[in-house]
């Protein structure tokens, strides 16, 4: 299935940093490696764990994200090859050649086809519900009008091309003729959450979690969207609901360090975005959210070291010449309280 708003959408103060992709130069001949997982059709295949590799030697490996995005930083010129093993799928093997004096960054798109013990395995008894990481497009072809379906995938095109207002519309023609399809419900309602519409977003995230009530990233989704209403406590039921059905969601956890720091738990705030990191260490925004509980607590020092944590780890991040700004004000802060102590 293809969920091209599957990730949610965070609080203003670092949305930038979800909706931009990662840009930007580098110094000292470093580069970072960029990389997005597909089905063959376009389907989004789930949480997928990517090996990099030099000379036949695995030289990082991390997990994609929930929209299949990953990514590698730090890179010397050399080939490296993009390794995937996963017995649902056909193998991958990619050569993608990094050379920093061309650019410091590269990108490698990835499209997987689903082996054939899967194709012929039986989705009968198969409950989608309790693992939204693998979902077969077959699975709604069976459940779903083939107008509903035609009407989404139409939406999804439109949106791969930012066409978002067409988007909007096929997805809601899709919704008309199949009110529980959930995977229109989800795009068409973190469209809504990137356009500032709050409430008809969690319309939308409400009626995906009564058809799939074990599906936590819709409960991440609705607490997003209660996050930017203010309502932070509800939120935070809704975003624990998500990890009791996700408990190492980087991203839901993410959310709930979020919540806390808004709600002035910040011991709970700071241990929710470590643990983020701990899942999963390239959740860049995690680092970030971090200074910003820690600019709030008036901690100086913890909120240049976990800067420079940032840029050394995504020197190429669209946020990075800001954080290198704050950074620069941060260390003049900290030098002028020495001073006056």
């Not at 798109?109 to 989608?128: A, E, G």
């Not at 999963?280 to 600019?295: E, G, Q, R, S």
Request: hydrophobic share 45%; with cysteine; net charge neutral.
């Amino acid at each position: 299935m293809l969920h091209f708003g599957r990730n949610p959408v965070l609080p203003r103060a670092i949305a930038l940093l979800i909706l931009s992709p990662l840009l930007g130069a580098q110094q000292g001949g470093i580069g970072n490696l960029v990389g997005e997982i597909h089905l063959g059709g376009g389907d989004f295949a789930g949480r997928i764990f990517v090996e990099l590799q030099l000379r036949g030697a695995t030289l990082a490996s991390a997990y994609c994200d929930d929209e299949g995005k990953f990514g590698f930083s730090g890179l010397a010129s050399n080939p490296y090859h993009v390794v995937i093993q996963d017995e649902r799928f056909s193998s991958i093997d990619k050569l993608v050649v990094v050379d920093t004096s061309i650019s410091s960054l590269f990108f490698v798109q990835v499209t997987l086809n689903v082996s054939d013990s899967v194709k012929n395995d039986s989705l009968l008894n198969r409950d989608k519900a309790n693992n939204p990481y693998l979902v077969d497009s077959a699975e709604y072809r069976r459940h779903f009008p083939k107008k509903a379906i035609r009407e989404f995938e139409a939406g999804v095109k439109a949106q791969r091309n930012n066409k978002i207002d067409v988007a909007i519309v096929h997805y809601q023609n899709s919704i008309s003729v199949a009110s529980d399809f959930y995977l229109a419900r989800n795009n068409l309602g973190s469209i809504f959450l990137l356009q500032s519409r709050f409430g008809e977003a969690q319309v939308q995230f409400e009626e995906v979690i009564k058809t799939r009530p074990n599906d936590a990233v819709a409960y991440f989704n609705l607490g997003n969207a209660l996050l930017f209403e203010g309502q932070y406590v509800p939120a935070v039921h809704w975003a624990g609901e998500g990890l009791v059905r996700e408990p190492n969601s980087s991203f839901g956890h993410l959310v709930m360090g979020t919540l806390f720091s808004k709600l002035g738990k910040s011991d709970a705030a700071e241990n929710e975005l470590r643990r983020s990191l701990v899942i999963d260490p390239l959740m860049a925004k995690a680092h970030l959210a971090l200074v910003n509980l820690y600019i709030h607590q008036n901690r100086t020092d913890a909120a240049v070291a976990e800067l420079k944590v940032f840029l050394k780890a995504f020197p190429a991040d669209a946020f990075a010449s800001k954080a290198r700004q704050m950074l620069l004000g941060l260390e003049g802060l900290a030098t002028h309280q020495d001073v006056q102590r």
